[in-house]
């Protein structure tokens, strides 16, 4: 059994900072691509960073210069530093990854979500 679990999220003000944490446990063998998405009331879920194994990132626009994930391949763990946070940024903040298990399988893991939420 493969589970993922974020941690991390708050409450914070504009400019402030967070980082989340997400760490994948179980019976592992391999994590390709994880990531960050986000999804925000009355909108769909979008892509805010990802990492794969080699530790090459790819970012979306909107959190360029702020945002920085990294990993942790020894500890199965990814984590989210954002900095000069904003209003638009507070959504529920989801990770994910891209599993083998010691069964052989493959297959996409989601958490159960972080809530961030940026307001003075």
């Known amino acids: 059994q493969v589970q993922v679990v974020e941690s991390g999220g708050g409450l914070v003000q504009p400019g402030g900072s967070l980082r989340l944490s997400c760490a994948a446990s179980g019976s592992i063998v391999n994590i390709y691509d994880m990531g960050w998405y986000r999804q925000a009331p009355g909108k769909q879920r979008e892509l805010v960073a990802a990492?794969?194994?080699?530790?090459?990132?790819n970012y979306a626009d909107s959190v360029k210069g702020r945002f920085t994930i990294s990993r942790d391949n020894a500890k199965h763990t990814v984590y989210l530093q954002m900095n000069s946070l904003k209003p638009e940024d507070t959504a529920l903040y989801y990770c994910?990854?891209?599993?083998?298990?010691?069964?052989?399988?493959?297959?996409?893991?989601w958490g159960q979500g972080t809530q961030v939420t940026v307001s003075s």
């Open positions: 990492i794969t194994n080699g530790g090459s990132t």
């Open positions: 994910n990854g891209d599993i083998v298990s010691v069964y052989w399988t493959r297959n996409r893991y």
